[in-house]
C-alpha cells in the first residue's frame, strides 16, 4: 500500500513545488507513493467542496509548502486549516516545506511543527536529491 502525500502549495511557487514532487517519481512507479495535488483534479470538478478536502482526507502526509505567497493565499489557508484539523482529529502528519522566506513561524499552528529543510530554512538547489523525501516517507 502506498503512502498517500497531498501537497498543498501557491501556483506562484509551483517550479519549486514540481521539482520537488520529480524527486518522488521512483517511488511513484513502485507504487511506494502517491502523491494528491490540484493538478490532478479534472477540468469541470467542484474542487473547493469536494475534491481538495477529500484528497487531504484520504493522505498519509499533508506538506505545505511555505512562502510569503502561500500566508497571502486565501485558498492556501483554507488547506493550512483543514491540515490542522487533521492533524487535530486523525493524528495525520502535517509537514512544513519552506520554499521561501516568510513570517511562517508567526502562525501558531505552524510554529509547534518541525519543518523541512533542517532548521526551518529555505529549500536550496540540491536539497532533495540528497534524500529527505525518502526520509518523510518512511518516518
Known sequence: MS??????YTHSDGTTV??????????????????LW????????DFWNEDIP???????????FL???YLASESCIKEKEIAE??????????IPIIVGDSPWQDD????????LPTDG???KSGYWESGPCRSLIRG
Open 18 to 35: 514540481k521539482n520537488v514532487i520529480d524527486t518522488f517519481a521512483p517511488m511513484e512507479r513502485i507504487k511506494e507513493v502517491e502523491i
Open 85 to 94: 484539523k487533521l492533524r487535530k482529529e486523525k493524528g495525520l502528519v502535517v
Open 3 to 8: 503512502v498517500k502525500i497531498f501537497i498543498s
Open 108 to 115: 501558531p499552528f505552524l510554529k509547534k511543527l518541525l519543518a
Open 54 to 64: 477529500k484528497m487531504m482526507d484520504e493522505s498519509d502526509i499533508i506538506c505545505l
Open 67 to 69: 512562502s510569503t505567497a
Open 121 to 123: 530554512h529555505a529549500i
Open 38 to 45: 490540484d493538478r490532478d483534479i479534472k477540468a469541470g470538478s
